[in-house]
């Protein structure tokens, strides 16, 4: 590749000889640390807490390990996501948060795709309920319920492995 007098790209012969410019990533994949409860899955770790805290608190406590509250961006991650509630037999906190009203939701991560995943009349605003549970249903796990941010409630942080980074 060369330059035109407009700095434009051009192209040219393979065989001339160029000065040229080299690109390494320094940011090292990020091993899932299994023997502290992180699995491996989409190129993310992920952690199921034993803990029952606040929203807030539980996005702290993912902040504290370089990753945040699970956010859902495919169908794919949330068919995982149900099988792993289904067999906590428990609910637990996403990281999608209410910024302003029920067609207002953020990821804590800053990620997300738009996918959603409501259950039946969700989202619904009802007593300062701005923060998403994903919750256990002995026949459907799976669906999201907004619910108050005070409640204790187990939850998943999420961190990508770094292993698909191009850049
Ligand atoms: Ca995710």
């Keep these: 590749m060369g330059y035109n007098q407009n700095?434009?790209?051009?192209?040219e012969d393979c065989g001339s000889r160029k000065g040229y410019v080299c690109h390494r990533t320094l940011t090292q994949p990020v091993h899932c640390d299994?023997?502290?409860g992180w699995t491996e899955q989409f190129q993310n770790c992920y952690y199921t807490s034993t803990k029952w805290m606040t929203f807030d608190d539980a996005q702290?406590?993912?902040?504290?390990?370089?990753s945040n509250l699970m956010d859902v961006v495919d169908e794919e991650e949330q068919m995982f996501l149900s099988e792993l509630v289904?067999?906590?037999r428990g609910s637990f906190?996403?990281?999608y948060k209410s910024v302003g009203g029920p067609d207002d939701f953020k990821w804590t991560s800053g990620h997300g795709t738009g996918y959603e995943h409501w259950g039946t009349n969700e989202p619904s605003m009802d007593s300062d309920e701005e923060c998403t549970q994903v919750i256990y249903q002995s026949t459907s796990s799976g669906n999201w319920s907004t619910s108050d941010c005070f409640w204790r409630r187990k939850f998943i942080c999420e961190k990508p492995t770094g292993k698909t980074a191009i850049a």
């Design 7 to 11: 700095w434009y790209w051009i192209d």
């Design 93 to 95: 906190w996403i990281g």
């Design 34 to 36: 299994e023997s502290n």
């Design 60 to 66: 702290e406590y993912c902040t504290r390990y370089d």
């Design 86 to 88: 289904q067999e906590a």
